[in-house]
């Protein structure tokens, strides 16, 4: 569990070099209200930004970040956390990306779809992240089956999910 408060939407977004200083002062310790902060709302050009640093942090920190947005965005839904989970979707450790499939829990749109259905195709993933996977694409099977998306969009996560299920392997 985090002990960053994060419901007073009032505090001021940093900046992103206030963000990039707090990721590489803090790697080690706690993520803190400013990491969090700064890391809502990134347009993709600053999640590239982040991902240099991102990227030199050690793991166990990127999985505490990872995991932290998904309990502060669960209690602050004015905190979006879309673009830097994308770039936890490429992260080394396995972890860090099952938890950026559930920061992205709510995103419904057919790129985020498209990008679960591209990792599910990879044979290299390892069970923790197929399984997240088919729970995510699960969602996408859904609303296919609910009409919410266009026909037959979601043909390639039941194909994926279906492969997962019939593989004894798994």
């Known amino acids: 569990m985090m002990d960053v408060n994060l419901n007073d939407s009032r505090e001021p977004k940093p900046d992103l070099e206030t963000t990039l200083s707090a990721l590489k002062s803090h790697a080690g310790s706690l993520p803190n209200a400013t990491i969090f902060y700064g ?3 990134l347009s993709r050009e600053e999640a590239e930004q982040i991902r240099v640093v991102w990227e030199t942090l050690p793991a166990s920190f990127r999985r505490q970040i990872m995991r932290g947005m998904i309990e502060v965005s669960e209690n602050n839904f004015e905190l979006e956390y879309r673009a830097i989970a994308m770039v936890g979707l490429d992260d080394s450790d ?3 990306r099952v938890a950026a499939i559930e920061v992205l829990w709510e995103d419904e749109t057919l790129e985020i779809m498209n990008r679960f259905i591209e990792m599910g195709q990879k044979s290299d993933q390892p069970a923790e992240v197929k399984a997240a996977l088919a729970t995510a ?6 609303l296919d089956e609910l009409g919410d998306i266009p026909s037959g969009y979601a043909q390639p996560a039941f194909s994926i999910v279906l492969s997962y299920f019939q593989d004894e392997t798994e």
């Open 137 to 142: 694409l699960g969602r996408f099977i859904l």
């Open 94 to 96: 396995p972890a860090v």
């Open 39 to 41: 890391l809502s709302g």
